[in-house]
């Protein structure tokens, strides 16, 4: 297994441009999250998805969308970077294990984005 | 309102010594917290667990102690390794955060040869 994988690792963004952060999962977790974390801050949760076709609103989901077509993949869109979007970014996956969807997160590598 | 802090942004310690990372928390309502470490440059890495019916759980090396009266977590880590070398998170969960987790600011351990 792969686990959970990230591209790309690093992205320069001017403020306005569009772009997509992929993430994927070969765990076949039905639990996907979005995560950004800036300088001397905790994970702060953007989007997450319990499902395919299924996807929710985080603490800071402004300026992202998501969208979750299979188990496997969960993009997130940046919509018109801008500066304070500049952070590294976190995708996570995790199982379900009866009714409840286990806490344990298998995160990704990160991407570091810049935006200018 | 809501807060997962931690008391010591940085914590030096000597090799070989145990490490007691801790962690504060708000929300009397959470049910279940959760240690994790992140090495430089990754992404973080589950280290323990424990529900709010519990006050201590053990893993190997690391154990989780939890006083639901003040409101504390603490992660112990034993015989501090060089490998030890991270920043350490704590989460909370309640259902205030529609379960899920809220993560507190990180402390780095620094292991001291």
């Known amino acids: 297994n792969a686990g959970v994988t990230q591209t790309p690792k690093f992205q320069v963004l001017k403020t306005g441009q569009s772009m997509t952060l992929q993430c994927a999962q070969d765990?076949?977790?039905?639990?996907m999250s979005w995560y950004r974390q800036d300088p001397g801050m905790g994970l702060r949760l953007i989007h997450y998805?319990?499902?395919?076709?299924?996807?929710d609103q985080g603490e800071v989901p402004n300026g992202y969308n998501v969208s979750r077509s299979t188990t496997e993949d969960f993009p997130l869109r940046l919509l018109s970077a801008a500066p304070s979007q500049t952070s590294v970014y976190f995708c996570?996956?995790?199982?379900?294990?009866?009714?409840?969807?286990?806490?344990?997160?298998?995160f990704g590598p990160g991407t570091r984005l810049l935006v200018l | 309102g809501e807060n997962v802090g931690l008391h010591l942004p940085t914590l030096s310690v000597q090799e070989g010594d145990n490490s007691i990372i801790n962690c504060a928390y708000s929300n009397s309502a959470s049910d279940y917290f959760i240690w994790y470490k992140q090495e430089s440059g990754k992404g973080p890495q589950f280290i323990i667990d424990i529900r709010s019916n519990m006050d201590k759980r053990q893993g190997q090396r690391v154990t989780v102690l939890l006083n639901k009266t003040v409101k504390h977590l603490s992660l112990q880590i034993a015989a501090t390794q060089p490998g030890d070398s991270a920043v350490y998170f704590c989460?909370?969960?309640?259902?205030?955060?529609?379960?899920?987790?809220?993560w507190g600011a990180g402390t780095k351990l620094i292991i001291k040869p």
């Open positions: 989460a909370e969960r309640h259902m205030d955060s529609n379960y899920q987790l809220i």
């Open positions: 998805s319990v499902g395919a076709g299924i996807t």
């Open positions: 996570a996956s995790s199982y379900r294990q009866g009714a409840h969807y286990k806490e344990t997160q298998y």
């Open positions: 765990m076949n977790h039905e639990y």
